[in-house]
């Protein structure tokens, strides 16, 4: 049995059902993960999601509550940008899963010199949809590999716990580039 932490975190991020398709798979070839007796009802009645896109006014909201519940749950000893940086991949990744989208990782564009965007949502036909950068302030190099990559929807999700620090960085922005702070209030 999974620790009710345990499942609460997977729940709060969206991974819970990633969790139990793993546990699952693994049950196979014989290896034991720790597994809820709800985990396999709620796996069976959970369907892939369709290509339907969701992607209005509220997206920025569902971001930010998303990953609020998923770095509330982490004990405050261990919250460092780090670890909030790839918390912040991995609610993205279920979202874009739930989205009916491919996540991919540290997407760059080869064919310029800036560096990778954290999380692009892919479409069936390969085409990126929605693109993410996540740093605890708005830089500069976020808004330049946004700009590179094309794309309808670009997202940069900013996570320090100063707010002054956050609204001297949003200079940076530029139009077509939405900003999502974590702390904020909601807008």
Do not use: W
Request: hydrophobic share 40%; net charge positive.
């Amino acid at each position: 049995m999974i620790s009710a932490r345990t499942e609460a975190i997977c729940k709060g991020c969206s991974l819970f059902f990633l969790y139990a398709h793993l546990c699952a798979s693994l049950s196979r070839f014989r290896i034991g993960l720790p597994v809820c007796d709800n985990v396999f009802k709620e796996l069976k009645s959970y369907e892939i999601p369709t290509r339907r896109i969701f992607f209005g006014g509220t997206m920025k909201e569902e971001i930010r509550r998303k990953i609020l519940a998923a770095i509330r749950s982490i004990p405050k000893g261990y919250l460092k940008d780090a670890v909030v940086k790839e918390t912040i991949r991995c609610v993205l990744y279920g979202l874009l899963k739930e989205k009916g989208l491919q996540p991919v990782p540290v997407f760059r564009n080869p064919r310029f010199a800036e560096g990778p965007v954290d999380m692009v949502g892919v479409k069936e036909d390969h085409a990126v949809e929605i693109a993410f950068c996540s740093n605890p302030t708005i830089e500069l190099k976020d808004i330049k590999s946004l700009e590179r990559v094309a794309c309808e929807k670009k997202f940069v999700i900013s996570f320090s716990p100063n707010k002054k620090k956050v609204e001297l960085s949003t200079f940076f922005l530029k139009s077509g580039i939405e900003h999502v702070y974590i702390y904020g209030d909601k807008r």
